[in-house]
């Protein structure tokens, strides 16, 4: 195996000490906080800082709970425009590939994954436009194509990042995998994901708030994967924190 392909998307260094006991609870309340503040009108960069500050959180931290946290309206309109995974029986999907890649990968290795207050699962890894593939990458692919199958799917395309390292090996191997199982799947490189998933027209895969504030039909596959397949994953549950009294 490839000397990229030996490494694991799992915890870091210092997650165990920073996602437990009195962190975590210091993290419910900064999760519910920064979702009063953004009901409020304030904006979330400001947010981050605000109530980072406040609670005196690492960098890694704020990553957590920003990506934990959204507004009461952009929650409902996330889950008005779920579908259940029975509705894509025959229906064109489009998946935003290093989104749901790297979640999954992070499941299988072990690492931390937030259950945030929309119903999404994100991890808190950033690639920063470096992507290397790891142990699990193509037992993570196989993994959501043996899934998908199950509901019957018109197509899937998968789309990368053109920008990020590697993505053009990462869609080789998402050709390679749909090609042996066959799968009607195609991966393209693409400059802006974001706005193609938007305006395709077809049922998105994504856990990217900028993707699913556009009020797009999608399906929370991540969720989906979690409860079925890692019951004993790293997850914290931020789910609940908008209800917070």
Not at 28 to 46: I, K, M, N, P, T
Not at 188 to 210: C, M
Request: proline letters at 1%; charged letters at 20%.
């Amino acid at each position: 195996m490839n000397i990229h392909e030996q490494r694991h998307r799992g915890m870091h260094l210092n997650d165990q000490a920073l996602f437990s006991g009195e962190q975590l609870h210091r993290l419910h309340d900064a999760v519910y906080e920064f979702c009063w503040l953004l009901d409020r009108g304030y904006a979330r960069h400001s947010v981050i800082r605000l109530v980072g500050d406040h609670h005196q959180l690492t960098k890694r931290q704020r990553l957590a709970i920003s990506r934990a946290a959204c507004s009461s309206s952009n929650r409902e309109l996330r889950k008005a425009t779920c579908l259940r995974m029975e509705q894509t029986k025959d229906r064109q999907l489009v998946i935003d590939g290093f989104n749901l890649v790297i979640s999954v990968e992070t499941a299988m290795a072990g690492g931390l994954l937030l259950r945030c207050c929309d119903g999404c699962i994100r991890d808190i890894a950033s690639i920063h436009g470096t992507y290397r593939l790891v142990h699990e990458t193509r037992q993570a692919i196989e993994l959501i194509g043996n899934v998908l199958q199950d509901f019957s799917p018109a197509s899937v395309l998968w789309l990368f990042d053109k920008p990020v390292s590697n993505s053009g090996r990462l869609a080789e191997m998402v050709r390679d995998i749909a090609k042996v199982h066959c799968w009607n799947w195609q991966a393209e490189l693409i400059g802006n994901p974001d706005q193609v998933i938007r305006n395709s027209g077809k049922v998105a895969i994504t856990s990217d708030s900028a993707i699913l504030d556009g009020g797009v039909q999608w399906l929370n596959l991540g969720a989906y994967l979690i409860t079925h397949h890692f019951h004993e994953s790293w997850l914290l549950d931020f789910s609940d924190a908008l209800n917070k009294t």
